[in-house]
């Protein structure tokens, strides 16, 4: 029997209300977002934030609930961002769409910071063993910043490997950890390249006793990254059904899957809302595709973090995928 179970891979979008307090505490300026050292009104407002997107999780019936990173002006980017030895330079273009993220550049020697660790003890006490953690994963931290201190990109994507491994080892209990990798598909590593990158997700993967899944997105997997990938110490691997269902089934159907596979099946991107009875369609699909694999749990997700959505949409693929079976599917 598998095990379906429910969450997302984070980053929701502000509520209105947020948006104007915070635009009123902070400003809305390059230099008025986040740092890492706001005072205490800007904090407690983060704190209703989180409460909030917590509460939407649980009504909705999640079986996986994250933290919601409210804070994460910089999208995936944010844990490079307000680090002391990371200066933030000019905006630039979030992938290939129309988000945009402060420029993190690298300027001395990367430790651990607790942000995210901080953050997710927040969350600890609102949530029973259900809680969710999200980082960026290495190779696709590494591609969104530039280096000026360790002057080698091997030496790079190794430095930003164990800083997250080292953040991750500051975590409180988390049952899952979520490690966002789309630069794996935008950006996809090179020979050699595509084996340190594998080698970085295992050095995270292997800081924390939470399941892992790498979770790339926007697309497939080339085959030879995909091979390196499944080389790594992880307990699930992600498939964005909604941008590339059929190279993605290629995939899992040629070289095989982790025990467990992270679907995205729910479009994170548009405001059209998937029925409980499409998305266990979607799921199911798949799974007819790769029977070979026979899965113990399959986490059914958005295909990407869901900040591009309206609050009102957003809450409703919440509830889609709450509402989906969580006991088994055919095969």
Do not use: C
Request: charged share 30%.
């Amino acid at each position: 029997m598998t095990e379906i179970v429910s969450t997302t891979p984070g980053l929701y979008p502000l509520p209105d209300w947020a948006k104007e307090d915070l635009k009123d505490l902070k400003g809305n300026q390059k230099e008025d977002l986040i740092s890492g050292d706001e005072g205490p009104e800007i904090q407690a407002a983060y704190e209703e934030v989180r409460t909030e997107f917590i509460d939407a999780q649980k009504a909705a019936g999640l079986d996986r609930i994250v933290e919601g990173q409210g804070r994460w002006d910089d999208m995936i980017a944010h844990p490079l961002v307000v680090h002391d030895d990371v200066e933030t330079r000019g905006i630039v273009r979030y992938y290939d769409n129309n988000n945009f993220y402060r420029e993190p550049v690298v300027t001395d020697e990367l430790e651990a910071t607790g942000d995210v660790a901080a953050e997710l003890e927040s969350a600890a006490g609102q949530v029973d063993d259900a809680l969710q953690a999200v980082l960026p994963g290495p190779y696709s931290l590494a591609d969104l910043a530039t280096d000026e201190y360790y002057d080698d990109s091997e030496a790079f994507l190794a430095a930003i490997a164990d800083f997250l491994a080292d953040e991750a080892g500051q975590f409180p209990d988390v049952e899952t950890l979520f490690l966002l990798e789309p630069s794996l598909v935008e950006n996809s590593p090179a020979d050699g390249e595509d084996e340190r990158a594998s080698e970085a997700i295992d050095t995270v993967a292997t800081a924390t006793d939470a399941d892992v899944v790498a979770y790339p997105y926007w697309g497939a997997l080339e085959e030879k990254v995909y091979a390196h990938v499944m080389d790594a110490d992880i307990d699930a691997l992600g498939f964005d059904l909604v941008s590339n269902h059929d190279e993605n089934v290629y995939n899992a159907q040629e070289y095989g899957t982790p025990d467990d596979v992270a679907l995205g099946v729910v479009d994170g991107q548009n405001t059209e809302i998937e029925s409980p009875e499409t998305i266990s369609d979607r799921v199911e699909w798949f799974a007819e595709r790769t029977q070979q694999n026979d899965y113990s749990r399959i986490y059914a997700t958005t295909n990407t973090e869901t900040f591009y959505l309206p609050v009102n949409r957003f809450e409703e693929k919440l509830e889609a995928l709450g509402a989906v079976q969580k006991t088994e599917v055919k095969a």
